[in-house]
């Protein structure tokens, strides 16, 4: 149970978040991380504005949320862990690797310095050099913008 | 006012130039740039400056992106930071997307196209047709509008002015009222595809999509059912054609 | 059947208007089945065969999730082509072949969507440079001209479909057996598509119980006919 979902998405909390994913994983739940929206009470309320009345949403900086993981872990609610980058993914994941130990790479964007290893999937070399550095350390990391398409195992998307 | 009646109407053909890297972007800046005409117009390059930030990587439903240019033109007016109008737009895309996915894309719009097909189904015809683009797009234009004038009056606070406006209610009427007018629609609507076939025929059908359904919930096909359809019709009709060689 | 010049272009002018309608200008909803299905049966005389097309697609097109970014058929040009395939014959044992022609044309509508956004990437890449600097011309210019691409796509688009039409259109059987056949599968799978996706929207909770609610509705209505 718990944590049902682990996804980096740049537009962070959106339609393919809480339609795509919230209605069928049955979420009741998404952890925020991000270290500039932790502390920007505007961009809380645009992020909200979103969200079911029956959804909770919690703002959390990487320090916070790593501390909370064991405790979503053990909810028996279904917990949606989002970040807006993977560098701070892999910082959450550090804190705590069990709790995490699948990543889904939702939607990172078009950005100079990054080339395109599938449609909503845009990587620079470091991005790449992270991800491949999860991996040796044990997480099972997919690429699936949504429930209904494929799951891309990463070794597929950085070879 | 000129320029907002020109940016919505613009505004219209938001997703004309949309593309995998900056998916609503350049249509977002050409829709915005009678207004920022007027916020800037003597000082070349605050304008470019906006202009560039305009053109960005922006995606939202195309009903409720309005909101975010009457937001970022009042940020622009208000002379916040760059920095700041690029983060307002970055946080109003998924929001907005998803808000407005579920108010229209999965809400009204279903709900009125059921409407549509059961009045067809009583003997509306045409009329009902005519009834659902007016009821649509009355819907449509007064949001698309009222979002931009929200996005206008409250800046970077319009994420807690929409939280507390009738459309998170709206949001959560639409769904459920989408899945019944569906719900009440889809047999009627069939029904009413099948008026002259006798009983047989009928009970033939419904047993033999109730198979299908089961079988695709079961093994969760990649195909969708409309693929499915059209490799039988194709095999039937090729067939068909075969025996007519023969 | 009724193939006249006027009718053709009629067709060829509304199919376009619908292709752009979709995801370009001005997104009204000409582009769903159902309009687009009576208003070219009514282009093309005959109204009746229109609006049973129309609805048959239309129950194929509830099916599809627009959201974010994903693929999606697109269903307004197929619907025209759908609809001129059957023209003149009566819809009971046409609607088989109206709904092949529509269901293949609105997969290679699919098609020419990608290709459309391929090439407006081009053209944004292209013009990446002028694009930072805020050039207000090039952001008309790339706007304008991509506009321009999908109404040329559109209008091959319609074009491909009603040639498809009029190949296909010869084998609606005369004898009204098979063809009665073809149009249940037709209707069946469009049921089936209906019902399956409004089930996959709703997943769970209170649109579940609110879509059964309707369902069960329909079915004693039916029952009570």
Request: glycine letters at 10%; hydrophobic letters at 55%; one cysteine or more.
């Amino acid at each position: 149970m718990a944590i049902a979902l682990a996804r980096v998405d740049d537009r962070l909390i959106h339609g393919q978040v809480v339609i795509g994913w919230g209605r069928p994983l049955d979420a009741k739940m998404i952890v925020l991380v991000d270290e500039v929206v932790r502390y920007s009470d505007w961009e809380q309320e645009i992020y909200r504005m979103a969200v079911p009345a029956d959804m909770q949403v919690v703002f959390a900086t990487v320090q916070e949320a790593g501390a909370r993981l064991a405790e979503w872990q053990g909810s028996p609610q279904q917990v949606i862990v989002l970040t807006g980058d993977i560098a701070t993914m892999a910082a959450l994941y550090s804190k705590n690797p069990a709790a995490l130990s699948s990543i889904n790479l939702g939607g990172v964007h078009h950005r100079p310095g990054r080339t395109e290893r599938l449609r909503f999937l845009y990587l620079s070399p470091e991005e790449a050099a992270m991800l491949n550095d999860l991996t040796v350390h044990g997480a099972v990391i997919t690429a699936q913008d949504l429930p209904a398409s494929r799951a891309v195992p990463v070794a597929e998307v950085l070879g | 006012m000129r320029a907002r009646v020109r940016a919505l109407f613009r505004l219209l053909s938001l997703q004309a130039s949309w593309n995998y890297e900056r998916m609503q972007g350049i249509g977002m800046a050409f829709a915005e740039l009678p207004l920022l005409e007027e916020v800037a117009y003597g000082d070349a390059k605050l304008r470019h400056a906006a202009i560039a930030r305009a053109a960005e990587f922006f995606n939202a439903n195309p009903y409720l992106a309005s909101a975010a240019i009457g937001a970022s033109i009042r940020a622009e007016r208000d002379g916040e930071p760059s920095e700041r109008i690029s983060r307002l737009r970055t946080a109003l895309c998924g929001p907005l997307g998803a808000l407005g996915d579920q108010l229209f894309w999965v809400g009204s719009l279903p709900a009125l196209l059921g409407l549509t097909l059961l009045a067809i189904a009583w003997g509306a015809g045409a009329w009902a047709v005519l009834g659902f683009l007016l009821a649509h797009n009355a819907l449509r234009l007064s949001v698309h509008t009222w979002a931009f004038d929200m996005g206008l009056t409250y800046g970077v606070r319009v994420g807690g002015a929409i939280q507390a406006s009738w459309l998170p209610k709206a949001v959560a009427v639409a769904g459920p009222a989408a899945g019944f007018l569906v719900g009440l629609a889809a047999p009627l609507s069939g029904a009413w595809l099948l008026e002259r076939t006798p009983t047989r025929g009928g009970l033939l059908i419904a047993s033999g999509i109730a198979v299908a359904l089961l079988i695709v919930r079961r093994i969760g096909w990649r195909l969708s059912t409309a693929e499915v359809t059209l490799g039988l019709l194709a095999l039937a009709i090729l067939w068909d054609a075969a025996k007519g060689l023969l | 059947m009724i193939w006249t010049l006027w009718g053709y272009l009629a067709a060829l002018v509304w199919g376009t208007a619908v292709g752009v309608d979709l995801v370009s200008f001005p997104q009204a909803m000409i582009a769903r089945p159902v309009v687009a299905g009576t208003v070219a049966g009514w282009l093309l005389g005959d109204p009746l065969l229109g609006l049973r097309v129309g609805v048959v697609l239309e129950l194929f097109a509830l099916d599809v999730l627009p959201i974010g970014a994903s693929r999606y058929p697109d269903y307004g040009p197929a619907t025209v082509a759908a609809v001129a395939a059957g023209v003149g014959h009566p819809w009971e044992w046409a609607l088989g072949v109206c709904t092949a022609v529509g269901l293949a044309m609105s997969l290679v509508g699919r098609w020419s969507l990608e290709q459309l956004r391929r090439r407006n990437a081009l053209a944004a890449q292209a013009a990446s440079a002028a694009l930072s600097a805020g050039d207000a011309e090039v952001v008309r210019r790339l706007h304008l001209s991509a506009l321009g691409r999908d109404a040329v796509r559109s209008l091959l688009l319609t074009g491909a479909g009603l040639l498809l039409a009029r190949l296909l259109g010869a084998k609606i059987p005369e004898d009204p057996g098979f063809g009665q056949v073809l149009s249940w599968l037709a209707i069946g799978g469009a049921i089936a598509a209906v019902i399956g996706g409004a089930v996959r929207s709703a997943a769970h909770g209170r649109r579940l119980r609110w879509l059964l609610a309707g369902f069960a509705g329909s079915l004693i209505l039916i029952l009570l006919r």
